[in-house]
């Protein structure tokens, strides 16, 4: 019988269970004490922070990195998010991705004014006097390494902190950084 995980991934931990370098990282198994053979489905860097889904089902693993499922991030940026940059990165953006130039695919994005209680304080970022800071979501169905980072930088704005508050119709739940929760399946839509 196979079992399914979501957790809230805080800052700093890396979305793999073993690290092979030298350098000492913290990792989710860190967390929690998942079953063997337990494996995170997609990633989110070390710098990046909340949903990711766990499972012990390799087929549950690739359905949920497919194409047809949506992710949606919140994106605290560098500057004020004008309705000129969201209409860019709905229509899509120039980004870099292994040494080549790629324009992204139309995606959703929109202005955040009210962040949900289970996205909390986060880590300081830096002080006010270093200029304001805004909100935006932003839902693909692709995702390029350091994705949503180089497309929110190429309309200036760079990301100040990143969070993944959707996979498909699952969210956060509520859950606060670092938490888990066991679920029976991954209900990827309505």
């Known amino acids: 019988m196979h079992q399914h995980f979501l957790l809230h991934k805080p800052h700093g931990y890396l979305s793999q269970?073993?690290?092979?370098?030298?350098?000492?990282?913290?990792?989710?198994g860190e967390l929690?004490?998942?079953?063997e053979g337990?494996?995170?489905?997609?990633?989110?860097?070390?710098?990046?922070e909340g949903l990711l889904l766990l499972t012990t089902?390799?087929?549950?693993?690739?359905?949920?990195?497919?194409?047809?499922?949506?992710?949606?991030y919140f994106a605290q940026v560098d500057g004020i998010v004008t309705e000129e940059a969201i209409m860019r990165l709905k229509s899509g953006v120039e980004i870099g991705f292994k040494g080549i130039?790629?324009?992204?695919?139309?995606?959703e994005a929109r202005i955040i004014t009210d962040l949900p209680d289970c996205i909390g304080e986060g880590r300081r970022i830096r002080d006010e006097r270093h200029g304001p800071t805004s909100w935006l979501s932003i839902?693909?169905?692709?995702?390029?390494?350091?994705?949503?980072?180089?497309?929110?930088?190429?309309?200036?704005?760079p990301t100040l902190r990143l969070i993944r508050v959707r996979v498909g119709t699952i969210d956060l739940h509520g859950l606060k950084a670092g938490e888990v929760l066991e679920v029976s399946d991954f209900q990827l839509s309505k």
Do not use: N
């Open 17 to 28: 269970f073993i690290y092979e370098k030298k350098r000492a990282k913290k990792k989710l």
């Open 32 to 35: 929690f004490d998942f079953p």
């Open 38 to 48: 337990t494996m995170a489905i997609g990633r989110l860097d070390e710098d990046s």
């Open 57 to 72: 089902d390799g087929m549950m693993s690739e359905l949920v990195r497919s194409k047809t499922v949506e992710k949606e």
């Open 101 to 107: 130039r790629y324009v992204t695919k139309e995606c």
């Open 139 to 157: 839902t693909l169905t692709e995702g390029k390494f350091r994705q949503v980072r180089k497309m929110t930088a190429a309309v200036g704005l």
